[in-house]
Nanobody, 114 residues
């Protein structure tokens, strides 16, 4: 069974930074493209970007160059570095395998507010 555990969320001021982590187990981590998503109430999960097994990232326009995805295959962990955060970034953030998505984890809440 695939397990996805997001962490690192919290309350941050506008313009601040936050680094999220996604621990993955139950699969051979190094063989999967991993994506980051976010969700606000009443809306679907929004894809933010992804990273290949070799560490090559790809980003959606919504990120606008502010977010950086990285991974550590030895630790089976994917990271999301978020800079210049804005109130509209407030959401629950999730990770998942991109091509064939698994059951969603609990996510981690990110709140950008003064």
């Amino acid at each position: 069974q695939v397990q996805l555990v997001e962490s690192g969320g919290g309350l941050v001021l506008p313009g601040g930074s936050l680094r999220l982590s996604c621990g993955v187990s139950g699969i051979t981590f190094s063989g999967y493209i991993i994506g980051w998503y976010r969700q606000v109430p009443g809306k679907q999960h929004e894809l933010l970007g992804s990273i290949s097994p070799g560490g090559t990232p790809a980003y959606e326009d919504s990120v606008k160059g502010r977010f950086t995805i990285s991974r550590d295959n030895a630790k089976s962990t994917v990271y999301l570095q978020m800079n210049n955060l804005k109130p509209e970034d407030t959401a629950v953030y999730y990770c998942n395998t991109k091509i064939v998505r698994r059951s969603w984890g609990r996510g981690t809440q990110v709140t950008v507010s003064s």
